[in-house]
């Protein structure tokens, strides 16, 4: 057996000639293994020759770590120039699935496996003068340019890892077997499944930025969750327990498939797992350089579709409900295994980093407590897509590490193969994949009632909405105060001694008047026409935070996150409530409110009069009815003669506050003069919408 | 005879009960002389059959006159309240010429005669009252209270003289004739015309805000002209004389129509006069009451394009320059003719206000100095349209008096006729009609060689355009420095000691930092991609001011002039040549700068690369670029595959600033850190675009 694959580096200390030592080390074992990986293959061709259709050829994976190294070292000025600013560019970007015009091989003039090998060994070079001779301080820690380096090597296990599934992907005759890639030799039979009982228990995830272990941004901010009692299998499903899927044709039965698995079955015409193939009648199992017959006990790989139909068909077949754990679910069976980090100094007790074999083993060979491999041998399949803690934050220098994938349609898979190390191979880490990918991944299965809760991944990325979400919960620009916030307080003041039961703020938008109306009204109802506007503030009140991003040059972004807690407004999130509705047409259970306050609306209803004739039915007598708006009236919005001012009327300037006058004035008397309250919409970094509300303030009178 | 029809006011003095009563008097004889010369329909049928198909019935201009007076005494409070709210919706707007949707009968249920009759008499009521009750202060100046009611009297006044018109246009058998309309019953045969010379000399035209008879907004400013000398008719052109031009077939030919003359005669379908009827082969004259044998000497009644058509036949026949006067020229028949005001109290020496008849009478009748009717008989067209002087300002309650005819479709006519009176009597006084248009107008000829100017009367109305008048020469908002200006500035104190002969802005829109460059630099050339941008800086370098309207709220605007000399810019207009030019194409004479400014120009190209990898061999060596940029990139404008930074390039973060030394870099460098200078664009009373655009400063070096 090998030695040990070096672990990930603890990144504090004083010894600072020693930590140098250990991370040049950790640089060098990493490169040297990912290069040793491209020795299984058999060929110049297996570089070139694509293993899936949608993804580069390997030789783009053999350049692309090395690229990376070059690249975050000049973003934090580690170093100052490329090594070769044409393989630089090719090896940059491409990693994951791309549409089929973007792979179009004749944009590719790939150099030769030899120019790659001499440019790998270049950089190696390079990187192991940085790490001689760079001025080192400990900790090295997020903002710590020496992060850069650990984020290469971190960057290269994962690559190690999803090359060898590549690898795995590649024509049998491309690839050979390695003295340093061997795979188990124990098969037998699979042990017979089972369930066990896991109790209910708190779990805490999260990582602090001063964390000693290097992490990736999704690791940061805090999760708390309680998680129920739930029954788990103790094993892996094996081959062989999938194979009774298989043979009920469980792939052809469409009860077992969501629609978005079943569109997969549908692309991929598959049978049975990715790697299982079929000889003379007998299942063999493609290994990463060979194929053997079927071992039964090892763990079946397959995606999430395929993991969540076995579930389905589980759960008719048993009449439970059976279905893939929670991402907090397996961390409470990583608390109940009492599993802790892999020791730098010890073999894993698990078919982990690289520590036993270059393949799965038998589901029953690691035993975690009562459980089978909670840890290792392949990673399991969640529920959860992966989805920011809060507190989340980007790395200035790979902001999109993980901000894609928050999507959800990218789930977690938990536990690490057997191939997972470095980062990948800690309690901490969180991957996740695209829901059809094939990794070395497979899953285990849980017996549960409580139902799986998505949280929220979504950054808004919609231009309206997140500027929205900026102008109500954002920085304020140019000194001006928050808008809604300005509103709040006049209408507060306006309201004076009135009672204070309820308030409408119609046309809410993301909802921040809602929440401040709320610090001095005991219930504030929010009302807006635009579903995806009420969203925001739902989101608000339940989860109290809000995530977008704001465009800062181009299509350049950055992320922002939210939260009520930090405005001071957590404490009124229940007593707010939020309404799809027309301001035109408002159902009738709107109505006795004290205060009805509509920012920005009048100049965006398609029948303004509608609102203005009608809105005194909504207000108690002595109500306050606050209009904000800077008169912008568009055609688009308002049909020109729905316009409640701004045009000639009988020869004669008519302005809004005059057509407010006229037809408010059966109802109301107007409280005090009319004043501007600015207001700043973000755009861009440096292009802002800088505006004028005219607020007028409305006693109902009759 | 009649007394003499009260002449219009001093607004000065300072016997206040003297002046009250003046005003009551003059109300009072213009509002009954306006009703009585309703008293020439011969049934309330004439009040309700249209005259012209395009116009309102006559019932309309019967009412319309005594709601001006309500609608204009409640902007300026001297009432608080209307008399027929109905009456005076219907009677407020329609003056003029309008679509046909506009005129449909269905939208219009008339009162009756009577009931109008009635609301006239209340009206006259209530006017009087004011007048005699409410405080007067002198003098009446623009900003007074009482300038509503002299509008009033002004206003009626003019509609005496286009009812008149209206009138002269119903049907015979609808009108009567009436012992205070007499017609002139001299006819005779017309005097032989022939040419005057006149000699040269300067006019002063315009009026200060503190004259002290009222004026409509157009006569106020200042203009002075150089006229050169020119020869002119002695007498108006008679209907004699012009019936040479209609048995010529002048009407059917059409090298004496220019293209808006040709469509007008192509859709009426005239081959003669409007006014003049052919009867058992002989012509009449129909008159505002009556119809009478052709009166050969008076003057011939035409609209423009007539009198322009007999001007181009005379040209033709004589070889010579024939060709209507422009105002100026008229205003120096005015001064060489010895003309003044009308006497308060003694009978015009012309045939005009009223004087002597209801009608026009022989060219030969009233002489003026070696001419005859430079003053009275009919209004004389001029080739000029009507346009602002300099320091010209809308009136804030009739904002649409003048500024809708600035539009380069309405000429000037001057003199008045036999029934202008008041303010329309007045030398200052300017009228202008569309040139189709019939009033009791004909013309006077000249022959010189001077050709015609056509002086700007365009408010630029396009909402772009106007707004970046705004923001290159109108007012800062915010605070925000005037953007050009500090462009202007930073590269100013860039170029320091380096040479200062030329300078270009490149895609200087309206061209406001050309002028500030100019200060400093010998030469400055300002290049646009639009033509209309460009225009704006033509116009200021040639005449030294720009005029544009800005959007208030809805469709309400204000209308803003902006001079060079108010921005101490008018020594520099020699200075600046202004060019439409591609930046990413320029011309190879733009070549040899020392300094290139390129405001806001950058990521509104389609090819910025074009610019930057070419721009420095517009420069001298050792010259400053200045690149200043919001990066707002939009695929609308630069492809996005074209743009300079603002995406992920290999992978990472490329800035345009990255963008900008990627590709400036061979040929400059960067002279300072990039900084950030804001700018405003506004776009409605409340609403504005707030920017920060970055600015960099490169010098050339190779």
Redesign the interface.
Known sequence: MQPLFQRTPVLTGDNISLKRHEILDYFLVTFDRYQQLFDTLACDEAYYQKPITLRHPLIFYFGHTATFFI?KLL?VRLIDERINPRF??MF??GVDEMSWDDLNDSHYDWPSVAEVRAYRAQVREKISHVINTTPLTLPITWQHPWWAIIMGIEHERIHLETSSVLIRQQRLDYVRQHDAWPACRQYGAAPQNSLVDISAGSVHLGKEKADSIYGWDNEYGQHHAEVNAFQCSRYLVSNQQFLAFVEANGYSNANYWNEEGQSWQHFSQATAPTFWRKKDDSWHLRLMTEEIPMPWSWPVEVNYHEAKAFCAWQSQLTGQTVRLPTEDEWYRLYDVAGLTEINADERAPANSHLDYYASACPVNQFAQGELYDVRGNVWQWTETPIYPFTGFDVHA?Y??FTTPTFDERHNLLKGGSWISCGNESRRDSRYAFRRHFFQHAGFRYVVAETPTMIATSHYETDKLMAEYAEFHYGDDY?GVENFSQALARIAIQAVAHRPVRTALDLGCASGRATFELARHFQHVTGIDFSARFIAQGVQLAEQGLLRYTLT?????VSYKERKLVDLGLDSVRAKVAFFQGDACNLKAQFTGYDLILAANLIDRLYNPSKLLHNIHQRLTMGGILLLAS????LAEHTPRND?V????K????F??LEGLQAMLSPHFRLVQTAQ?VPF?IRE???????????VTLWERIK
């Open positions: 690249n973003l630089e560019s940059a970007v220098i902001d999109d140019f800062e040059e181009g299509e350049l800077p008169y912008t009236w316009w001012g701004g045009f000639k009988d020869g004669e300037s302005t809004t501007d700043v861009t970094k440096r292009k802002f919408q800088h505006s004028l509300s005219e």
